[in-house]
């Protein structure tokens, strides 16, 4: 966050100040022995200059060598499953395995409004996601028939350079998500 809550829309100038920072930020992180950045998912909020976490990852990827990037957290029901995998997959061979990916619901109603969407199932969506993605990283061509995706016979073109996968996180703050991550 950047800005107040509920603040006035930046200008052009201010967002591009605040990447500067976020750059400037991470080098220095990584410089002074942070293990990670995490990196926030915010739509429709003035607070935060730059919702897509993707690209400030791959950005970050860039600039610093060692230090984790994770999302923090990436709201997965907005997103197609693939979409997710690639991505993650592309931020993992850029980063030479240093991708962390954390995957949450969401929360707030302003998210799915500003995409045309609703939080209806987005539960189930979440859990299909996590196993979609999950099969996505094993590198090997897969279907899948869920109640939210259909698949038939995919497959990542581009793997995560980790043998594996790269890590993947579930977040959340009430008991039935810790229970999801099994904490």
């Known amino acids: 966050n950047v800005g107040p809550y509920d603040g006035p829309r930046p200008d052009g100038p201010a967002v591009a100040r605040s990447i500067d920072a976020f750059m ?3 080098e220095l992180a990584e410089r002074v022995g942070f293990d990670s950045l995490h990196i926030p998912e915010r739509h429709m909020r003035t607070e935060c200059h730059l ?15 060692r230090i984790k990037l994770a999302t923090h957290t990436l709201v997965a029901t907005l997103y197609h499953p693939m979409q997710i995998a690639e991505y993650a997959a592309v931020i993992d061979t850029q980063s ?7 995957l949450s619901m969401g929360y707030h109603d302003d998210y799915w409004r500003m995409f045309g969407m609703t939080r209806k199932h987005r539960k189930d969506r979440f859990v299909e996601t996590v196993e979609i993605v999950r099969k996505a990283f094993e590198g090997k061509p897969f279907s899948y028939d869920g109640k939210h995706f259909k698949l038939d016979n995919v497959q990542l073109s581009t793997p995560p350079y ?3 996968r790269p890590e993947i996180w579930l977040g959340g703050h009430f008991p039935p998500a810790l229970e999801r991550a099994g904490i």
């Open 51 to 65: 919702p897509a976490p993707f690209l400030l990852m791959s950005a970050l990827a860039a600039r610093t060598s």
């Open 24 to 26: 400037a930020e991470g």
């Open 162 to 164: 980790r043998l594996g």
């Open 96 to 102: 030479r395995g240093r991708m962390v990916l954390t």
